[in-house]
């Protein structure tokens, strides 16, 4: 008796923790995450202005503190309740199974700098990993289903964009190698380097242009002409290949439609003859 | 039979404001409407010129006051003549519901800063408000219709841009933060606090690059250069949602044209056979 | 006689200018134009060099004469010849008209400057009508007849770029006003007016960014930044108009390409069945 | 024998340095020269460190030396093997035909300079020479077949891109002739002559924008802001062309792909009846 209790309470804690669950607990739950997730992104931003951080500090303190446990007690009732989902229903391997997902693993490095941050082994590298804490923020995308088309527009062409990503690197090496031997003679301190050079290359092609250096000489300006003629094919190239990636992903939906309206109601009212060009009811 | 002419002339003022009206009287007087709000933009324009502004004074103090006495009757036989119009014939009801259309609104918030200025309670609000003079202009677009494919894509496209937008607010907030404590510690002015970081970082993703502030450290030139090339892809993807649109739209203005022909001329002959690939009248 | 020989070299010389013309004689002298119209081109940027128009004044002043006496002669041998096409056959009326197409009038403004250097009433405004001899290197796209789906697309979509480049000019206003109410009382030098103001808008939404002025308060940045992704849009938009006027010019010819075919061999063994969605010969 | 047992080992060497080739020692050899490649990539890249190669500067000696040796002797087994191909079975033709095909070039370019080096004619030629050590990386594209799509792209629509860059160079032609009439007077050294001012156009109409040099006076702002405009065209058109492309081939290969199956399986399935829209198969 008292089992069924716990495990009522335990598929209780999971439904309401469950995104995918439409029950009016789940929402209010969710909701609240949510929520939180955004004002832990505000008083990041909020906190890196000095003025606010001396005038707040102890509000940002109680604040993070209030967070990180709030998250922390999240993260272990996800992890105690997961064995009421089918797939990850065996006590040990299941929960490790899950520990590993995407989306675990993100609501773990959001909360893990905090504790170690008592650690105190190097003090920059906590600093840096502080910017951890914004990944907070990924689990928004969790609740937005909408994305569906445009991850799969980009599913469906990730080999294309990986092959305009590779043309990419391999012309930064060229242009950057180009301009270092160009360049280097004569602005020895701007393009010092290769890896110094890469940086100008890609500031370049991207379109940016910061003018913090560039080429003064014929034969640099050369270069960083054609590099920047070519970087509007760099913008053609992916714009191309996503477009058409939209085209083949609505298509296909409008076809799949279609399909299933037609196993619904029979031969569809919308499909036109193809004798006359119009639809078979108006025949 | 007084009443009755009040109504004809009533009428008379509706039919020559309505934007929709084919009738010579109304074509010259929306005429005379987009001249002054054109002229009222160039005045706004040439009066922010100082040496302009002390030799014209006066020009523009007077031609202000015109403006605004002739959009104010304007204004207001708009309200007073709306009854005519079916949807808004209600006098009180329908004049309220008449004065929150986005239309009268725009008119009104084009008014109403020169009467505000009277107040005086503070000038340098007031100032800001003038540049609500600007909105006159929107008016315009009240008489072009061909807008209507361009705003028709961005309406079917809604979703999917919105999902753009909401991609690029979070790829701001992580690259401002990464940038911040990249940075901050080399350059403190610079890069001073994460919303200031956040100037940078659209500054780039936009590929606009001013060159006022940029990293100077590897850290911060790696997260500038994966923030350009990324920033590729924030022109791909808008562009490919916006190309799918204006297929999609076209497509189904022809498919719709098609339809309306054979309703009225029956088996429509540009239709070709499915067989032979020709026209079905040629056969 | 004689008049018949006349007529026989003046339709000889017709032929020779005659840019459709297929015959030998036309050919050659069509290339030597194009080549001297380039050599003009290179001339003119060559002598915008300092040190090489010192040392070869002569040259480019003999080059310059003998240029505006070969394209001189070939105005006026076409203007005398022109008689012989059949749409400009009448003596005076048929060459006044033909003096008023685009080609030849581009031709007389790539040789007036010369003549007016004559005149002497003010050489700042023959400098800068000199811009006017590259318009002979417009002469070169008579000769490109593959331009004609480039050119096709863009006629096609003209109302909608028309509509794009319409909102664009709107958008620089509203944004040129607000970033000079937010920036010019702090700035009063970089954004020193409405027109100048406008020069950073231009600049910041084409994502160019030199950075000789740039908003440095939190509204101006607040201006520029929403600016800057607006811009994406700017270029999104009219992409997607000319993707999708590349694709419907290329549908419409396929499938004039079809009709005709099937004109000429009766049922296109290219067309596929609708049944089985194979070809119609291999059925 | 001798000869069978010297000939069966040439066709072992052939093999196993043959791109197409799928034995395992084949695949072994392949996987080297890449990583060798790749590792010269990187050498190049950290030996441009003046920290790096003076520290390192005997390894980059003999890693350079080992590379041109190995990259050596795979270049004239090569030559050597080739007989073993049908298409180059003659013993000498067939080598020169060889050697003249654009893999070989690239790999006799990417050892040669380090030969040429001994003769010490020019050290500064020798220098810019070494740019095409980076030409080893080129071998890589040997082994990505994936690129099939893109490059047929670029194939499919070279003329339309070709017009489109001719556009390009026309238009930086006459903005840099009407920049350097308009701002040469007033800035006589950013705008020294055509081919400077040359400069400043490519860099504007890319909208990189380096801010090195912009124009200041009314008219050079107008030339500068119309080009910057014309930019976003200029983005816009090589990316309509490339949208139209990948549709018009994916198009084309599902074509393809249907006719495939209908001659491996007849009727295929997959096409949809004209009358009710469905799959045949459903029917």
Known sequence: MKATKYMAFKYKVYDVLNNDST?????????AIIILILINALSLIFESIPEVKEDYASFFYYFNLFSVI?????YFLRMWSITCDPRFNKPLLGRVKYAFTSMQL???????PFYLSFVHFDLRVIRLMRVFRLLRVFKITKYVSALSIVVNVFKR?????AIAAFMLVFLLLIASTAIYYAENPFQPNAFSSIPDSMWWSVITICTVGYGDIYPITIF?????GVLAVIGIGFFALPTGIISSGFAEELAERKEKKRKDEFNTHGCDPEVTC????NSMKAK
């Not at 062409?157 to 964009?161: G, M, N, P, Q, V």
């Not at 193809?274 to 060009?277: K, W």
């Open 23 to 31: 029950t009016i607990g789940s929402k209010v739950v969710q909701g």
């Open 70 to 74: 709030f998250f922390s007690v999240e």
């Open 106 to 112: 993100i609501d773990l490095l959001a909360i893990l």
């Open 157 to 161: 062409k990730a080999s294309e964009l």
């Open 220 to 224: 640099g300006k050369l270069i960083g």
């Open 274 to 277: 193809p004798c006359c060009g």
